[in-house]
């Protein structure tokens, strides 16, 4: 029986269930009958009788530290949150204090962004997994490391300067539970922050990396092996237009390591789009 469990929790992590969602162990031997839902339940979510219309005006609702907005009004706060934000920290700020979104509640650190803001290149990912999560930066995983190596091969570094260097964030700023991809309404209340960070940092290139990115950033429905390699234009208020290169996600190349070579070609693109950059 003990073998049993240890196979299956070791299941359970292979596919990243790797922290629990209730604070305490369920029994679920036990029948589903009424009386055993409203067990489960806290205390003040069992009333003793019918309760009454509450009295509470409405505004009440909307000033309570518990409740949350609509979809929509999230994401016009999220609009005017990010419109506000005059530089990158007061952007990390706005992110920090925005309550929409479900994912902070859960994650342990904001994962805002990495290497130089001042790079002519900035690279957009998709979400944090556990290691970034731990670290409050992204790409420091296994992933990451690869991206760094990848980058170094044409002469970037996240840590370097001017036009050897790089800058790099991600869609989502929250680790999502278990490292699963990020809901539309994550990435809806989530885009208006990346697309003022890019507005703010002001790069003259993008680089997408995977197919949440490339997605997220112009609609497209294609499947990633089939964008790879685009060049594409994105719009972006109060920038203009910016290129954008998609590409593989490392995470992908690690699952996928015969694809090296797809990526290796989208590389050699962005270099050369960088020193066509430099001559004019």
Known sequence: MRRALEAALALQL???????LDETPRDRRRASSPEAMRATLPAAAVPESPAPP????PTALATSPHALPSPGGAVAEAERLA????DLESLRRA???????ALRETATNLVFADGNPAAPVMLIGEAPGAEEDRAGKPFVGA???LLDRMMASIGLDRHGTGWGSFYVTNII???PPGNRNPTDGEVALSLPFLRRHVVLVQPKLLLLLGAVAVRSLTGAREGITRLRGRWLTLEFDGLG????LATLHPAYLLRNPGAKKDAWADL???RRRIDDLRQD
């Open 95 to 101: 992110i920090a204090e925005f309550g929409g979104l």
């Open 14 to 20: 292979a596919w990243g269930a790797d922290e629990a």
């Open 173 to 175: 700023t929250w680790r």
């Open 143 to 145: 992933s990451g490391r």
């Open 54 to 57: 509450s009295p509470i005006a």
């Open 83 to 86: 419109a506000a934000a005059a």
């Open 241 to 244: 237009s910016v290129p954008a």
């Open 268 to 270: 050699i693109a962005l």
